[in-house]
C-alpha cells in the first residue's frame, strides 16, 4: 500500500495564480483532511471531508476550495494564491470517527512558495 | 475553543537519557489524544493514540499518559536515542477534528 500521496511535492507560484493539490489514499478511509503547517503556528485544519461528495471548513478556510468527488481523492484548490498562503501542505487520512480507529495518516506533504 | 500547548518548545538530551515530553489542552471534551512524530522535511507519523477512556498507551520504548480533568499529556521516552531526534506533536482530538500543540524539538546527544 503506498498510504497517502500527494502531488506535487513543491511548487512556486506567482500571486493571483492558482493551483490544485491532489490527495489520494488507498486505505479506504472515510475520513480526509487538508492542513497546513507554518513556522511557530502548529498544523492547523483547512478544510475535511467525512465522506464521499461531502466536504466541510476547519480552523482556516479562507481563499481555498476542496472537493471529494472519489472515496479515495482529496484535492485543494488555491483560485487567487497571495503570499500569504506560502506554506507546507499536509493531507491526512483516518478510517472513522470512533475513538479506537481515529488514527491519522499523514502524506510527505507540499511546499508551497508563493511569490 | 480548544488549544493545545506543547512545552518545551526544544529539548536536548544526551543519548541514552529517558526524558518526558509535555502537553497540556483546555477543553478536555476530547475524543482522543494522540502523539506524532515529524522529521524534518517529512510528514506525520502516529507514534501513539489514547482514547479518552484510556490513561496510557505503551509501544517499545514509549508510554503516554492521558489526564483529562487535568488536561494535560505526556509522552515518555526511555533510554533515548539519537535516532529519536525529532519533533514530536501532540493532537487533542474534538468530533472529526485534531487541534495540534506546535511541537517540541527533541534532540539526542550522541
Known amino acids: 500500500n503506498a498510504g497517502v500521496t500527494q502531488t506535487p511535492k513543491f511548487r512556486v507560484l506567482k500571486t493571483g495564480q492558482s493551483m490544485t493539490l491532489l490527495c489520494a489514499q488507498d486505505m479506504n478511509h472515510e475520513y480526509m483532511y487538508w492542513y497546513r503547517q507554518d513556522p511557530g503556528m502548529g498544523l492547523r485544519l483547512i478544510h475535511y471531508?467525512?465522506?464521499?461528495?461531502?466536504?466541510a471548513k476547519g480552523e482556516v478556510p479562507d481563499g481555498y476550495n476542496v472537493s471529494r468527488l472519489k472515496k479515495q481523492n482529496f484535492l485543494l484548490g488555491l483560485e487567487s494564491a497571495a503570499p500569504s498562503q506560502t506554506s507546507v501542505y499536509f493531507c491526512a487520512s483516518s478510517y472513522g470517527p470512533s475513538p479506537a480507529s481515529d488514527t491519522q495518516y499523514f502524506g510527505p506533504g507540499t511546499r508551497l512558495t508563493v511569490l | 475553543k480548544q488549544e493545545v500547548t506543547q512545552i518545551p518548545a526544544a529539548l536536548s538530551v544526551p543519548e541514552g537519557e529517558n526524558l518526558v515530553l509535555n502537553c497540556s489542552f483546555t477543553?478536555?471534551?476530547?475524543?482522543?489524544l494522540q502523539w506524532f512524530r515529524q522529521d524534518p522535511g517529512k510528514g506525520l507519523t502516529s507514534l501513539l493514540l489514547i482514547q479518552s477512556s484510556q490513561r496510557e498507551q505503551t509501544s517499545g520504548r514509549l508510554n503516554a499518559s492521558l489526564d483529562k480533568s487535568s488536561g494535560r499529556s505526556t509522552l515518555y521516552i526511555a533510554a533515548s536515542q539519537p535516532g529519536d531526534s525529532a519533533t514530536y506533536l501532540c493532537a487533542a482530538s474534538g468530533t472529526y477534528k485534531y487541534i495540534f500543540g506546535t511541537g517540541t524539538r527533541l534532540k539526542v546527544l550522541a
Open positions: 477543553d478536555s471534551a476530547i475524543y482522543n
Open positions: 471531508s467525512v465522506g464521499e461528495g461531502t466536504t
